[in-house]
Protein backbone atom coordinates (compact mmCIF):
# COMPACT_ATOMS: atom_id res chain seq x y z
CA UNK A 1 0.00 0.00 0.00
CA UNK A 2 1.49 3.35 -1.28
CA UNK A 3 1.39 6.22 1.67
CA UNK A 4 0.93 10.34 0.37
CA UNK A 5 1.28 13.22 2.08
CA UNK A 6 -1.24 16.17 1.52
CA UNK A 7 -0.06 19.70 0.56
CA UNK A 8 -0.27 22.26 3.46
CA UNK A 9 -2.73 24.15 1.70
CA UNK A 10 -5.08 21.25 0.90
CA UNK A 11 -8.13 22.04 3.13
CA UNK A 12 -9.98 19.02 3.98
CA UNK A 13 -14.09 19.09 4.95
CA UNK A 14 -14.24 19.92 8.68
CA UNK A 15 -11.06 20.64 8.93
CA UNK A 16 -8.88 24.01 8.35
CA UNK A 17 -5.75 23.99 7.24
CA UNK A 18 -3.96 20.14 7.05
CA UNK A 19 -2.03 18.62 9.00
CA UNK A 20 0.80 16.20 8.78
CA UNK A 21 -0.68 13.24 10.20
CA UNK A 22 1.76 11.30 12.77
CA UNK A 23 1.07 8.01 13.06
CA UNK A 24 0.67 6.86 16.91
CA UNK A 25 0.99 3.13 18.13
CA UNK A 26 -1.44 1.84 19.32
CA UNK A 27 -1.75 0.67 23.44
CA UNK A 28 -0.91 -2.78 23.48
CA UNK A 29 0.29 -4.59 27.15
CA UNK A 30 2.13 -7.09 24.97
CA UNK A 31 4.46 -4.28 24.06
CA UNK A 32 4.81 -2.70 27.11
CA UNK A 33 7.84 -3.64 29.18
CA UNK A 34 7.48 -6.50 31.18
CA UNK A 35 7.94 -4.52 34.42
CA UNK A 36 5.14 -2.62 34.48
CA UNK A 37 3.09 -5.69 35.00
CA UNK A 38 3.54 -5.27 38.21
CA UNK A 39 2.64 -1.61 38.78
CA UNK A 40 4.36 1.69 39.36
CA UNK A 41 5.03 3.62 42.27
CA UNK A 42 5.47 7.03 42.72
CA UNK A 43 6.01 7.38 38.74
CA UNK A 44 8.70 4.91 38.42
CA UNK A 45 8.53 1.04 37.96
CA UNK A 46 9.60 -1.48 41.25
CA UNK A 47 11.58 -4.21 40.71
CA UNK A 48 10.68 -7.56 40.37
CA UNK A 49 11.09 -9.96 43.61
CA UNK A 50 13.23 -12.49 43.41
CA UNK A 51 11.50 -15.55 45.67
CA UNK A 52 14.27 -18.40 45.17
CA UNK A 53 14.99 -17.59 48.92
CA UNK A 54 11.89 -18.09 50.17
CA UNK A 55 11.65 -21.46 47.96
CA UNK A 56 15.35 -22.76 49.38
CA UNK A 57 14.29 -21.45 53.04
CA UNK A 58 10.73 -23.79 52.49
CA UNK A 59 12.73 -26.59 51.21
CA UNK A 60 15.78 -26.81 54.43
CA UNK A 61 12.72 -26.64 56.60
CA UNK A 62 10.88 -29.74 54.77
CA UNK A 63 14.28 -31.83 55.16
CA UNK A 64 14.83 -30.89 58.76
CA UNK A 65 11.25 -32.02 59.34
CA UNK A 66 11.34 -35.17 57.52
CA UNK A 67 15.04 -36.11 58.80
CA UNK A 68 13.51 -35.06 62.82
CA UNK A 69 10.76 -37.81 62.21
CA UNK A 70 12.77 -40.00 60.49
CA UNK A 71 15.11 -39.81 63.72
CA UNK A 72 12.52 -39.98 66.22
CA UNK A 73 10.88 -43.12 64.56
CA UNK A 74 14.75 -44.82 64.43
CA UNK A 75 15.33 -43.77 67.78
CA UNK A 76 12.24 -44.38 69.96
CA UNK A 77 12.79 -48.31 70.37
CA UNK A 78 15.92 -47.18 72.26
CA UNK A 79 14.07 -45.68 75.00
CA UNK A 80 14.45 -47.71 78.50
CA UNK A 81 12.39 -48.22 81.04
CA UNK A 82 13.16 -45.05 83.61
CA UNK A 83 11.01 -43.73 86.37
CA UNK A 84 10.36 -40.46 84.04
CA UNK A 85 9.10 -41.01 80.72
CA UNK A 86 6.80 -43.97 79.02
CA UNK A 87 8.93 -46.61 77.47
CA UNK A 88 7.04 -48.92 74.78
CA UNK A 89 6.32 -53.09 75.76
CA UNK A 90 5.46 -55.16 73.78
CA UNK A 91 2.89 -57.99 74.73
CA UNK A 92 4.28 -61.13 74.70
CA UNK A 93 2.46 -63.49 76.26
CA UNK A 94 -0.83 -63.86 78.32
CA UNK A 95 -1.50 -66.96 80.27
CA UNK A 96 -5.02 -67.45 81.76
CA UNK A 97 -4.87 -68.35 86.03
CA UNK A 98 -8.44 -68.30 86.40
CA UNK A 99 -11.79 -66.88 84.56
CA UNK A 100 -11.05 -63.22 85.82
CA UNK A 101 -6.89 -63.23 86.63
CA UNK A 102 -3.80 -63.72 83.72
CA UNK A 103 -0.65 -63.34 83.75
CA UNK A 104 0.90 -60.74 81.48
CA UNK A 105 4.63 -60.88 79.86
CA UNK A 106 5.88 -57.89 78.57
CA UNK A 107 9.54 -57.41 76.28
CA UNK A 108 11.35 -53.95 75.89
CA UNK A 109 11.05 -52.76 72.16
CA UNK A 110 14.92 -51.56 73.26
CA UNK A 111 17.56 -53.65 72.19
CA UNK A 112 21.45 -53.63 73.62
CA UNK A 113 21.29 -55.96 76.48
CA UNK A 114 19.07 -56.05 79.84
CA UNK A 115 18.35 -52.74 80.50
CA UNK A 116 15.13 -52.62 82.24
CA UNK A 117 16.82 -55.05 84.99
CA UNK A 118 19.62 -52.56 85.73
CA UNK A 119 16.96 -49.33 85.99
CA UNK A 120 15.17 -51.67 89.84
CA UNK A 121 15.61 -49.53 92.18
CA UNK A 122 18.59 -50.60 94.38
CA UNK A 123 17.70 -51.69 98.02
CA UNK A 124 14.62 -51.79 97.10
CA UNK A 125 12.50 -55.47 97.69
CA UNK A 126 9.37 -54.07 96.64
CA UNK A 127 8.61 -52.08 93.37
CA UNK A 128 5.98 -50.87 90.93
CA UNK A 129 5.43 -49.31 87.85
CA UNK A 130 2.58 -47.33 86.13
CA UNK A 131 1.03 -48.86 82.93
CA UNK A 132 -0.63 -46.13 80.67
CA UNK A 133 -4.32 -46.45 79.33
CA UNK A 134 -3.58 -44.95 75.85
CA UNK A 135 -7.13 -43.94 74.96
CA UNK A 136 -7.78 -42.45 78.52
CA UNK A 137 -4.22 -41.02 79.10
CA UNK A 138 -4.77 -42.62 82.36
CA UNK A 139 -2.38 -44.67 84.06
CA UNK A 140 -2.29 -47.41 87.00
CA UNK A 141 0.76 -48.81 89.21
CA UNK A 142 0.95 -52.72 88.73
CA UNK A 143 3.63 -54.66 90.59
CA UNK A 144 5.89 -57.34 89.00
CA UNK A 145 6.08 -60.81 90.08
CA UNK A 146 9.06 -63.10 89.33
CA UNK A 147 8.96 -64.34 86.24
CA UNK A 148 8.03 -68.02 85.80
CA UNK A 149 10.41 -70.70 84.03
CA UNK A 150 9.23 -70.79 80.86
CA UNK A 151 8.99 -66.94 80.24
CA UNK A 152 12.85 -66.43 81.68
CA UNK A 153 13.76 -69.03 78.74
CA UNK A 154 11.46 -67.55 76.21
CA UNK A 155 11.85 -63.93 76.64
CA UNK A 156 15.56 -63.42 78.51
CA UNK A 157 15.69 -62.07 81.87
CA UNK A 158 14.44 -58.29 80.52
CA UNK A 159 11.00 -59.26 80.36
CA UNK A 160 8.73 -58.18 82.80
CA UNK A 161 5.59 -60.22 83.57
CA UNK A 162 2.50 -59.06 85.86
CA UNK A 163 -0.86 -60.44 87.44
CA UNK A 164 -3.78 -58.68 86.47
CA UNK A 165 -7.30 -59.40 87.36
CA UNK A 166 -9.67 -58.28 84.95
CA UNK A 167 -12.02 -55.71 87.07
CA UNK A 168 -15.41 -54.98 85.93
CA UNK A 169 -15.33 -50.97 85.93
CA UNK A 170 -11.26 -51.35 85.65
CA UNK A 171 -10.34 -48.74 82.96
CA UNK A 172 -6.48 -50.33 82.12
CA UNK A 173 -7.12 -53.77 83.65
CA UNK A 174 -10.22 -53.89 81.04
CA UNK A 175 -8.27 -52.58 78.49
CA UNK A 176 -5.23 -54.94 78.77
CA UNK A 177 -7.15 -57.92 79.37
CA UNK A 178 -8.62 -56.99 75.38
CA UNK A 179 -5.02 -56.40 73.56
CA UNK A 180 -3.64 -59.21 71.12
CA UNK A 181 -0.20 -60.45 71.25
CA UNK A 182 1.75 -58.02 69.74
CA UNK A 183 0.25 -55.29 71.26
CA UNK A 184 2.50 -51.99 72.27
CA UNK A 185 2.44 -51.03 75.58
CA UNK A 186 3.63 -47.98 77.80
CA UNK A 187 5.25 -48.70 80.86
CA UNK A 188 6.94 -45.84 83.25
CA UNK A 189 9.11 -47.02 86.69
CA UNK A 190 10.38 -48.83 88.37
CA UNK A 191 9.33 -46.66 91.90
CA UNK A 192 10.21 -48.17 94.87
CA UNK A 193 7.71 -49.25 97.66
CA UNK A 194 9.08 -50.79 100.68
CA UNK A 195 12.72 -51.83 101.21
CA UNK A 196 13.42 -54.67 104.24
CA UNK A 197 15.47 -53.86 106.92
CA UNK A 198 18.53 -55.48 107.10
CA UNK A 199 18.26 -56.65 110.97
CA UNK A 200 14.34 -58.14 109.96
CA UNK A 201 14.27 -61.71 111.48
CA UNK A 202 10.50 -62.58 110.59
CA UNK A 203 8.23 -61.32 108.37
CA UNK A 204 4.25 -62.22 108.36
CA UNK A 205 2.87 -61.00 104.85
CA UNK A 206 -1.27 -61.18 104.67
CA UNK A 207 -2.30 -60.95 101.08
CA UNK A 208 -5.94 -61.58 98.87
CA UNK A 209 -5.96 -62.03 95.12
CA UNK A 210 -3.43 -60.23 93.27
CA UNK A 211 -1.87 -58.65 96.19
CA UNK A 212 0.35 -61.30 96.47
CA UNK A 213 2.43 -60.25 93.84
CA UNK A 214 4.50 -57.53 96.42
CA UNK A 215 4.48 -60.53 98.00
CA UNK A 216 6.17 -63.18 95.19
CA UNK A 217 8.13 -60.01 94.59
CA UNK A 218 10.01 -59.48 98.12
CA UNK A 219 10.64 -63.33 98.68
CA UNK A 220 12.32 -63.30 95.06
CA UNK A 221 14.17 -60.62 96.46
CA UNK A 222 15.00 -62.51 99.71
CA UNK A 223 16.12 -65.94 97.60
CA UNK A 224 18.37 -63.89 95.72
CA UNK A 225 20.36 -62.26 98.52
CA UNK A 226 20.86 -64.98 100.45
CA UNK A 227 24.73 -65.87 99.90
CA UNK A 228 24.75 -62.06 100.79
CA UNK A 229 23.06 -61.13 103.65
CA UNK A 230 20.37 -63.00 106.45
CA UNK A 231 17.36 -64.61 105.15
CA UNK A 232 14.61 -64.09 107.64
CA UNK A 233 11.70 -65.82 108.07
CA UNK A 234 8.64 -65.64 105.89
CA UNK A 235 4.86 -66.93 106.23
CA UNK A 236 2.87 -66.01 103.82
CA UNK A 237 -1.26 -66.22 104.17
CA UNK A 238 -2.96 -65.77 100.61
CA UNK A 239 -6.57 -65.23 100.58
CA UNK A 240 -8.78 -65.56 97.28
CA UNK A 241 -12.46 -65.80 96.72
CA UNK A 242 -12.27 -68.65 94.29
CA UNK A 243 -10.16 -71.86 94.60
CA UNK A 244 -9.87 -71.34 90.78
CA UNK A 245 -7.00 -68.16 91.71
CA UNK A 246 -4.62 -70.43 93.72
CA UNK A 247 -5.70 -74.05 92.73
CA UNK A 248 -3.37 -76.93 93.94
CA UNK A 249 -2.02 -74.70 96.45
CA UNK A 250 -2.08 -77.11 100.02
CA UNK A 251 -1.36 -75.02 103.15
CA UNK A 252 2.10 -75.81 105.28
CA UNK A 253 0.76 -75.57 108.81
CA UNK A 254 -2.64 -75.86 110.80
CA UNK A 255 -4.83 -72.33 110.97
CA UNK A 256 -5.28 -72.94 114.73
CA UNK A 257 -1.45 -72.94 115.51
CA UNK A 258 2.34 -71.57 113.72
CA UNK A 259 5.63 -72.25 113.75
CA UNK A 260 6.48 -68.21 113.36
CA UNK A 261 8.47 -67.28 116.53
CA UNK A 262 8.45 -70.60 117.86
CA UNK A 263 9.19 -72.48 115.02
CA UNK A 264 6.20 -75.18 115.55
CA UNK A 265 4.02 -75.90 112.67
CA UNK A 266 2.32 -79.42 111.43
CA UNK A 267 1.00 -80.38 108.53
CA UNK A 268 -2.26 -80.72 106.92
CA UNK A 269 -4.56 -83.44 106.75
CA UNK A 270 -5.53 -82.69 103.66
CA UNK A 271 -1.55 -82.11 101.88
CA UNK A 272 -2.51 -85.63 100.36
CA UNK A 273 -4.76 -84.03 97.65
CA UNK A 274 -1.76 -81.74 96.62
CA UNK A 275 -0.68 -84.94 93.96
CA UNK A 276 -3.97 -85.00 92.70
CA UNK A 277 -4.83 -81.41 92.05
CA UNK A 278 -3.11 -79.06 89.41
CA UNK A 279 -1.40 -76.27 90.33
CA UNK A 280 -1.49 -72.81 88.52
CA UNK A 281 1.62 -70.77 87.71
CA UNK A 282 1.03 -68.87 91.02
CA UNK A 283 1.03 -71.67 93.19
CA UNK A 284 4.16 -73.06 91.41
CA UNK A 285 5.87 -70.12 91.89
CA UNK A 286 5.59 -70.27 95.48
CA UNK A 287 6.36 -74.05 95.41
CA UNK A 288 9.93 -72.89 93.99
CA UNK A 289 10.42 -69.70 96.07
CA UNK A 290 9.95 -72.32 99.18
CA UNK A 291 12.96 -74.83 97.52
CA UNK A 292 15.10 -71.66 97.18
CA UNK A 293 14.04 -70.79 101.27
CA UNK A 294 15.96 -73.81 102.81
CA UNK A 295 12.31 -74.30 104.81
CA UNK A 296 12.02 -70.30 105.97
CA UNK A 297 9.02 -70.31 103.70
CA UNK A 298 5.73 -71.08 105.11
CA UNK A 299 2.87 -70.35 102.68
CA UNK A 300 -0.94 -70.95 104.22
CA UNK A 301 -4.06 -70.50 101.81
CA UNK A 302 -7.60 -69.05 102.40
CA UNK A 303 -10.54 -69.52 99.84
CA UNK A 304 -14.09 -67.61 100.95
CA UNK A 305 -16.24 -70.26 98.91
CA UNK A 306 -14.43 -72.91 101.14
CA UNK A 307 -15.69 -70.96 104.25
CA UNK A 308 -11.80 -70.55 105.08
CA UNK A 309 -11.21 -67.15 105.96
CA UNK A 310 -8.52 -64.91 107.04
CA UNK A 311 -10.47 -63.91 110.81
CA UNK A 312 -9.55 -63.20 114.30
CA UNK A 313 -9.59 -67.28 115.02
CA UNK A 314 -7.10 -67.47 111.85
CA UNK A 315 -4.94 -64.83 112.96
CA UNK A 316 -4.97 -65.18 116.64
CA UNK A 317 -2.89 -68.38 117.10
CA UNK A 318 0.33 -66.80 114.57
CA UNK A 319 -0.13 -63.69 116.46
CA UNK A 320 0.07 -65.46 120.04
CA UNK A 321 2.92 -67.43 119.33
CA UNK A 322 5.04 -64.51 118.82
CA UNK A 323 4.72 -63.51 122.44
CA UNK A 324 7.12 -60.49 123.61
CA UNK A 325 8.54 -60.95 119.96
CA UNK A 326 5.30 -58.82 118.60
CA UNK A 327 7.39 -55.67 120.30
CA UNK A 328 10.28 -56.46 118.37
CA UNK A 329 11.04 -54.09 115.51
CA UNK A 330 12.49 -57.01 113.42
CA UNK A 331 9.40 -58.83 113.33
CA UNK A 332 7.06 -57.20 110.82
CA UNK A 333 3.73 -58.05 109.12
CA UNK A 334 3.01 -56.61 105.83
CA UNK A 335 -0.53 -55.83 104.32
CA UNK A 336 -1.23 -56.24 100.23
CA UNK A 337 -4.83 -56.41 98.53
CA UNK A 338 -7.56 -54.40 97.59
CA UNK A 339 -8.47 -51.05 99.83
CA UNK A 340 -11.07 -53.06 101.76
CA UNK A 341 -9.17 -55.58 102.67
CA UNK A 342 -6.59 -54.15 103.39
CA UNK A 343 -8.38 -51.93 105.69
CA UNK A 344 -10.74 -54.91 107.23
CA UNK A 345 -7.26 -56.40 108.73
CA UNK A 346 -5.23 -52.88 109.25
CA UNK A 347 -7.32 -50.43 109.45
CA UNK A 348 -8.70 -47.81 106.97
CA UNK A 349 -6.57 -44.94 106.47
CA UNK A 350 -7.81 -41.45 107.34
CA UNK A 351 -7.26 -42.38 111.20
CA UNK A 352 -11.02 -43.94 111.62
CA UNK A 353 -11.16 -45.91 114.45
CA UNK A 354 -13.60 -48.86 113.64
CA UNK A 355 -13.97 -50.58 110.77
CA UNK A 356 -16.73 -53.65 109.93
CA UNK A 357 -15.68 -56.55 109.04
CA UNK A 358 -16.82 -59.59 107.86
CA UNK A 359 -19.01 -60.69 110.53
CA UNK A 360 -17.03 -60.14 112.81
CA UNK A 361 -18.69 -56.66 114.21
CA UNK A 362 -16.75 -53.53 114.61
CA UNK A 363 -13.42 -54.29 115.57
CA UNK A 364 -10.80 -51.41 116.54
CA UNK A 365 -8.42 -50.62 114.04
CA UNK A 366 -8.81 -53.90 112.11
CA UNK A 367 -8.01 -57.17 113.05
CA UNK A 368 -4.84 -56.64 113.95
CA UNK A 369 -5.13 -54.52 116.40
CA UNK A 370 -4.28 -57.19 118.81
CA UNK A 371 -0.61 -56.93 117.33
CA UNK A 372 -0.88 -53.08 116.88
CA UNK A 373 -1.66 -53.03 120.66
CA UNK A 374 1.61 -55.36 121.71
CA UNK A 375 3.85 -53.22 119.47
CA UNK A 376 3.64 -55.31 116.33
CA UNK A 377 5.16 -53.37 112.97
CA UNK A 378 2.50 -53.19 110.62
CA UNK A 379 2.62 -51.99 106.67
CA UNK A 380 0.22 -51.39 104.42
CA UNK A 381 1.30 -51.94 100.87
Known amino acids: MRS ?18 VPRPLPCASLQSPLRLYGTKGGKTRPRRHRWPVYLLS ?57 SKSQIPQHTDIWSVEIKQPQLQIARKYTPIPLSKV ?12 LIRREIHGEVSGWLHKLPIGSEIEIRGPRGQYALPDDADGVLFIAAGTGIAPAL ?49 SQRTDR ?32 DEEESLISIEALKPVLTSWGAALSDQNQLILVSGPEGFVAWLAGPEGGQTTHKTHGDGEVPKGLLNIAERQGAKIMKL
Not at 11 to 18: D, N, Q
Request: glycine share 6%.
Open 59 to 115: AVALSASAWAYTRLQVDEPRVTLNPHTFAPYTLADVVPVSSTCSTFTLIPKATGGDE
Open 151 to 162: ARESFGPGALQF
Open 4 to 21: FVLPRNVKLRGLGSAQRL
Open 217 to 265: QLAHSLSESKNSKKIPKMHVMWSNRRREDCIGGISDTKTTSSWFGSWFW
Open 272 to 303: ALEQSSPRCDIVNELEDLKTQFDDRLKVDYFV
